[in-house]
Every structure is written in structure tokens, then in C-alpha cells.
């Protein structure tokens, strides 16, 4: 039977894109639907949009740090939201262009439409058109949850975030994950009064707990204000605007935003997939197995729809080895373990391996080592803001089971170590290995 593609992508974020574009170099036919934008969440609306924000943000610091080191900055400098945020949207612009030549000079077909599983072998546009290929990959991500609460509709998601049309005086963010940790750090910074409110008593559960402590004292010594154990009641729009918040445990809060920040949940419905026999999880995630490959043959999942691990690296990384192992002759498995991961929170944390709870579970006793310090940087400024850089190693061997660090350009200094981590090698190592003078990267390899 001859098909009108090889291969059907359905999504164009980073799974997509990656796997389509590969296939293409392949000599695949390879035709790709997006309903939004070419980039997918991590261009448009996420990981590349927010680090800007975050610099933006961060200049706050410096602009009050430069004083420090003997420039004239006045009191009362102005920040303009729009003009960051305009200035943000023209990269946003110039990536997406970027992503869609890429897959059009790799002979990828893009067809800006939503697109349904009508067969195994089959999707349907948005305009009712019929599609056939040999193969479809669905990689349509995840969406922010949002919890049930009365008025909840009041309230913005990340999506929205970056389209306010000024700094909100007075936000609430509910959850206290990346997300939430992120946006309290970049609203904060730019002048908001910020309070974070989590289900639970922690913050970035799975990180280290020293690590996510030093976090919630930093955060609340900028000004950052937390609410533990609260769950919503509801929210009320008042006259003038204002939402009033009612939560459990606490008293009422009234602010101008609210922003959900509670997870993100497979985007799996509606996709057709019941009647190809794929039966979604119950948060709407879809089953696959190591190839990548659901319940129905032809049709494959990769990225926040699989709800593995959702980061757009390894959503990438799942697009690549979808399309090297049935394309190009390769057959690749993504590899899961020792994952490094970064909160660009102010001041961000990194991290790769287990935290120092995990790893006393899993083997009983280990050793710990770990800096404590104020970076240089900090300490000319007049900052009292301390880094902590911890490493979790076996007890006998010395090999490295983990490495966690809060503190400037953390994610930057991780990526480098995470490949030592990820190779096996142990505290004498890195103690062999001459420190670099003076930088705050050096207590990697000076910790006691
Ligand atoms: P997270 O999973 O990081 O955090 C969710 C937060 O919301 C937690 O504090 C959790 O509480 C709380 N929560 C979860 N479900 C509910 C619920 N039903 N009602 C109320 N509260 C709830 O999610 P985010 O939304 O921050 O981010 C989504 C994903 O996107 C992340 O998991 C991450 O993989 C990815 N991401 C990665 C970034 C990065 O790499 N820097 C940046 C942004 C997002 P508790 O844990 O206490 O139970």
C-alpha cells in the first residue's frame, strides 16, 4: 500500500522537530502538523522565553551590586516590562523562523493544523483533511494543570505569564515546583510582592533538602513570601479588579494575579487514540516502551505526552533516538540515568544524581562533602547570599553518587561536572584535579 508520507509528526516542540528533521536528512517523507507554533513550549512559551526573563530579572541585582564596585547607577532606575518583553517575542520570532526552515531544508513538510489519529495509519486535519503514512509519532507535549477551585478562571498559567501587560504589584503562585520557583524569583525581582502557596510544607520536592532549603531562606530573605499546606478555596474578583484568595490554613490574601504553577499534564485529548487501541494512563499520559513505540505499532509517542522525565533535552534526545533506530539504521535507546537538571530560580540550583536522602536509602551509609560559602562576588557587594555545593559519594569506593549546588550560574558550572558524574568517577578525581583560581566552579574539586 503506498502511503502519502513515511512519517506523520504530530507536534512541532522539541520531540517533534528533532525526530522530524532527522528523518528528513534520512531521506524520509516526513510531514509534520502543529496547531500553534513551530518551537513548541519550550521556544514559544517556556524554557527559551524564561531565561530571558530571568536575565532581565537578575539585572535588578547587578544595577544595586554595581554601586558596590564603584559605579554611579541611581536609586530610582525605570524597568519597562513591555519593552523587554517586545524584545523577548522578536527571539522568540527568530527561533520559531529558525526551527521551520530547518525542517523545511531537510524536506520536512509543515502544515500548520491540528491533526488527529483517525487509523492506525491515518490523521485528520482541522480542515477535514485525510493524511496516510507508514508511521506516526505523536509529540504534542504537556499543558499547565489547573486545579478545581471556584474561580479558578480568574487565574493565568505560565502560558499567559509572559503576556501580562505589566509587572502585577501583588502575585500569588500556587505550587512551589520549577515553575513556581522560577516566576517568584523573576516577579520578585522586578518589583512584585510575591507570595508562593504549596499543597505540601516543602518546595521542589526531589532536590536536595539542604539544597531546597537554602532556597526557601534565600528567597524569603529577598522578600519572597511562602504559604505551606494550603489548598484553594476559591477566588474572588472584587470590583476593582483585585482577586481575593481563600485557602486552607491561612488567612484570605488579596492580590492582582494569580498564577497556576501546579504541574504540567500530558496533552493527550482528543488525539483519537481509544480507537487505535492505545489506552492512556490516567493523567493522560501515553504508554510506550523503550522504543518509544505504544500499543498500536505504527504509531509512536515521544516527550511530555509519554510523561517520562518531561525536559525538552531529553524529549530531544527521545526524537533522536526515535529516528536514528528506525530511519537511519541505528538502533538508540535513551539512556535515563543521572539526568542533570537546573531551577532558574534566584539564585538557580543544579543538580544531577541522588540527593543525599536517596542515596542513604539505596546503599545505607555514604559520605558526604560539601561547601558552604559566600561567592566573591557576593561578599565585595555586601550580599549576604551563601552558595552550598554538596557531593553525595559511595562510602568505600568514593564514587560520585551525586552533586547538588545552589548559587550563581549554578547550572552553568553543573553541566561540566554532570559529565563526571555520569562517567563514574569518584571524590579522588576530582580532588586530583588542580582547582582554577578563583572561581566559585573550583569548590567542585576542594569540597571537605
Ligand atoms: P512541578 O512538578 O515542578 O511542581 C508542581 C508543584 O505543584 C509542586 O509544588 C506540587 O506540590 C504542586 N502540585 C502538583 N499537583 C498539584 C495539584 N493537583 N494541586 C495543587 N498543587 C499541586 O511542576 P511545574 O508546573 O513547576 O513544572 C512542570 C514541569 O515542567 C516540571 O516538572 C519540569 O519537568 C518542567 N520544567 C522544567 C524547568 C527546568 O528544567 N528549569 C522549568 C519549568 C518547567 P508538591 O510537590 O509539594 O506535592
Redesign the pocket.
Known amino acids: 500500500m503506498a502511503f502519502d508520507y513515511d512519517l506523520f509528526v504530530i507536534g512541532a516542540g522539541s520531540g517533534g522537530v528533532r525526530a522530524a528533521r532527522v528523518a528528513g536528512a534520512y531521506g524520509t517523507r516526513v510531514a509534520i502538523a502543529e496547531e500553534y507554533r513551530v518551537g513548541g513550549t519550550c521556544v514559544i512559551r ?2 527559551v522565553p ?1 531565561k530571558l526573563l530571568v536575565y532581565g530579572a537578575h539585572f535588578a541585582e547587578d544595577l544595586r551590586d554595581a554601586r558596590e564596585f564603584g559605579w554611579d547607577v541611581p536609586k530610582d532606575v525605570a524597568f519597562d516590562w513591555q519593552r523587554l518583553t517586545a524584545n523577548v517575542f522578536k527571539e522568540v520570532d527568530r527561533i520559531n523562523g529558525a526551527y521551520t526552515n530547518t525542517l523545511e531544508s531537510n524536506n520536512v513538510t509543515v502544515i500548520g493544523e491540528r491533526a488527529t489519529v483517525s487509523g492506525p495509519n491515518e490523521v485528520t486535519l482541522a480542515s477535514g483533511r485525510t493524511i496516510t503514512a507508514e508511521r506516526i509519532l505523536i509529540a504534542v507535549g ?1 499543558r ?2 489547573v ?1 478545581d477551585c471556584p474561580g479558578a478562571e480568574h487565574g493565568i498559567t ?1 502560558n499567559e505569564a509572559f503576556h501580562l501587560p505589566a509587572v502585577p504589584r501583588r502575585i500569588l503562585i ?9 516566576f517568584a524569583g523573576i516577579f520578585n525581582e522586578f518589583g512584585a510582592e510575591v507570595t508562593l502557596m ?3 510544607d ?4 526531589g532536590y536536595d533538602e539542604q539544597i531546597r532549603d537554602r532556597l526557601l531562606q534565600i528567597s524569603m530573605m529577598k522578600g519572597i513570601q511562602f504559604r505551606f499546606n494550603a ?1 484553594f478555596r476559591g477566588i474572588e474578583k472584587l470590583a476593582d479588579g483585585t482577586l481575593r484568595v481563600s485557602m486552607s490554613g491561612h488567612p484570605d490574601i488579596d492580590v492582582d494575579c494569580v498564577m497556576f ?4 499534564v500530558p496533552n493527550s485529548a482528543g488525539l483519537g487514540l481509544d480507537a487505535v487501541g492505545i489506552t492512556l494512563a490516567e493523567n493522560g499520559a501515553i504508554p510506550v516502551d523503550e522504543d518509544n513505540r505504544t500499543a498500536c505499532p505504527s504509531i509512536y509517542a515521544v516527550g ?1 505526552v509519554t510523561d517520562r ?4 533535552p531529553v524529549a530531544i534526545r527521545e526524537g533522536q533516538a526515535f529516528a536514528d533506530s528506525v530511519y537511519g539504521n541505528k538502533p538508540t535507546r535513551v539512556d535515563y540515568d543521572c539526568i542533570p ?4 530560580s534566584h539564585p538557580p540550583i543544579a543538580a544531577v544524581g541522588l540527593t543525599e536522602g536517596q542515596a542513604k536509602l539505596k546503599y545505607g551509609t555514604v559520605k558526604v562533602y560539601a561547601s558552604d560559602f559566600r561567592a566573591m562576588k557576593n561578599v565585595l557587594a555586601g550580599r549576604n547570599e551563601r552558595a552550598l555545593y554538596k557531593m553525595v559519594c559511595e562510602a568505600e569506593s568514593g564514587r560520585i553518587l551525586g552533586i547538588h549546588i545552589i548559587g550563581p550560574d549554578a547550572p552553568e558550572i553543573l553541566q561540566a561536572a554532570a559529565v563526571a558524574v555520569k562517567a563514574g568517577l569518584t571524590k579522588a578525581d576530582f580532588d586530583a584535579t588542580v582547582a582554577i583560581h578563583p572561581t566559585m566552579a573550583e569548590e567542585l574539586v576542594l569540597m571537605r
Not at 504553577?261 to 504540567?264: M, Q
Not at 537538571?341 to 532558574?344: D, G, H, L
Request: net charge positive; with cysteine.
Open positions: 517556556g524554557c524564561k504537556a499547565p494543570h486545579p505560565s500556587a505550587g512551589a515546583g520549577y515553575i513556581a520557583n522560577e504549596n499543597r505540601s516543602m518546595i521542589l520536592r489548598s504553577a501546579t504541574g504540567r511530555d522525565v518531561q525536559l525538552t537538571s537546573a531551577v532558574f
